[in-house]
């Protein structure tokens, strides 16, 4: 793995995007220190660690991306997760967003179609010293042999809400996803009230890469 450090300059930029995410309303001080806990360009290549502090998404390869840092915030301010609890993440991709998972407290399970990105996300779970179970497989499938969750968030743009993630949603459990079939979603948070009832309400719309099946023989 690459040699990772962490400078003042990189402490100095961390700060100034923090600032600007609570300017841009996220308000939940343990999320703002788990972005400081977790530095984002550890995540890039080098020669893209400038971007890093950028409120932008980023290329990670396998036609994925990095998140923007507010959306990873507002996704997780959605989720309302508390120290403890199970969370189900779908798209693990570079895994910044399940290092912010871990850092609340959450115990995460995570999900990755893309092979390669799955066993980059596993080097950085591990670089943070940092404790997560990830999956190679396929996110509409959730993770049955670990469910029900208290949580799940999915980091990736769905057509239609998964009917099977909902069934591993705990009563009273919360999932936020992005739904929609084109270019533009809309973040939705949802709220199991019972086996075969939900709440929905509406946060915005968001642009993410889309949920994609992905037939693979066992998760590993």
Do not use: W
Not at 50 to 59: E, R, V
Not at 176 to 201: D, H, R, T
């Amino acid at each position: 793995m690459k040699h990772l450090v962490d400078t003042h300059r990189h402490k100095g930029k961390r700060k100034i995007l923090i600032s600007e995410l609570e300017e841009n309303g996220i308000s939940d001080q343990r999320i703002l220190s788990a972005f400081d806990a977790i530095p984002r360009h550890f995540f890039f290549d080098s020669i893209f660690e400038d971007q890093a502090y950028s409120n932008i998404a980023f290329p990670i390869g396998d036609g994925q991306t990095i998140s923007h840092p507010y959306t990873v915030a507002f996704q997780t301010e959605l989720l309302e997760v508390q120290k403890g609890e199970k969370v189900l993440e779908i798209g693990t991709g570079s895994a910044f967003q399940t290092c912010i998972l871990c850092k609340l407290g959450a115990k995460v399970f995570s999900i990755e179609r893309h092979l390669s990105l799955h066993k980059k996300a596993k080097e950085m779970i591990d670089f943070f010293n940092l404790s997560a179970k990830l999956f190679y497989g396929d996110g509409y499938q959730g993770s049955p042999a670990y469910a029900p969750f208290d949580k799940i968030l999915v980091t990736c743009g769905a057509p239609e809400i998964p009917n099977e993630l909902v069934k591993q949603l705990k009563i009273g459990g919360i999932m936020v996803i992005p739904v929609g079939e084109g270019a533009e979603q809309k973040m939705l948070k949802i709220v199991k009230l019972n086996e075969g009832e939900v709440s929905l309400k509406e946060y915005g719309t968001f642009k993410f890469v889309p949920m994609l099946e992905h037939k693979v023989n066992s998760q590993k």
